[in-house]
């Protein structure tokens, strides 16, 4: 294991649907991202936290919402997705800072289905 | 052009045979270069990663950067069952936002016993 968890594994919601996925990290890391990857696409990052502060909104919809109350947790709050948002979610942590930045480290990921 | 470009394979090879990975990408301003592996149900994991241009090797595995070229390898020597999955490569550049990884498509890889 990581040390990156993520739940739930896998989530099928309706399109009027409020779910939350949400990431825990156990590795004393400040820097917290999501991901979205898709079939056939590179994946997508979509935010960043540093030490709890959103640093990145990678022109993501406002349907996804996300949260970070400390920096081992991190929520996405989804609300009125369309189908084409079905994919793997993956949340990743990482050192703040320096070149380590880049040494993400990722959880399993959350399968999500939008029907 | 894409920003950095891998085949996505699939790529099948016997036990034992030499695995090269590629990728190339269109960004002068990259400097440091990954190689995530994942397996199947799993994220991504890091497998090497390299600054700038050269050639760092760990065990049976070797990653090549020509910056010249714009093109990064990744060989796999002696591959074995237990290496198959999916490879990504991935790009960052220097300074504050070198957290921001711009990833290939990745590469399926299988290799047959």
């Known amino acids: 294991e990581t040390g990156v968890t993520q739940t739930p594994r896998h989530l099928v919601m309706g399109m009027t649907n409020k779910k939350s996925l949400k990431c825990e990290q156990h590795l004393g890391h400040n820097a917290m991202y999501w991901y979205k990857q898709s079939a056939k696409k590179p994946l997508e990052l979509m935010f960043v936290?540093?030490?709890?502060?959103?640093?990145e909104n990678n022109s993501v919809p406002s349907r996804f919402s996300p949260e970070c109350p400390n920096s081992s947790h991190l929520f996405l709050h989804l609300h009125t997705l369309q189908p084409e948002d079905s994919a793997l979610y993956l949340c990743?942590?990482?050192?703040?800072?320096?070149?380590?930045?880049?040494?993400?480290?990722f959880g399993p990921g959350t399968r999500l289905t939008v029907t | 052009q894409k920003e950095v470009e891998q085949d996505p394979g699939p790529l099948s090879v016997p036990e034992g045979a030499i695995v090269s990975l590629n990728c190339t990408y269109s960004?002068?301003?990259?400097?440091?270069f990954m190689w995530y592996r994942q397996y199947s149900r799993k994220g991504p994991e890091l497998l090497m990663y390299t600054y700038s241009s050269g050639n760092k090797e760990d065990g049976r595995f070797t990653a090549q950067v020509d910056k010249s070229s714009k093109y990064i390898s990744l060989f796999i020597r002696d591959s074995q069952p237990s290496d198959s999955a999916t490879y990504l490569c991935a790009m960052s550049k220097s300074g504050g936002s070198n957290y921001k990884l711009t990833f290939g498509k990745g590469t399926l890889l299988t290799v047959n016993p």
């Open positions: 936290y540093n030490f709890k502060e959103q640093t």
């Open positions: 960004n002068s301003a990259f400097q440091y």
């Open positions: 990743a942590s990482s050192p703040v800072g320096g070149a380590s930045s880049y040494e993400q480290y």
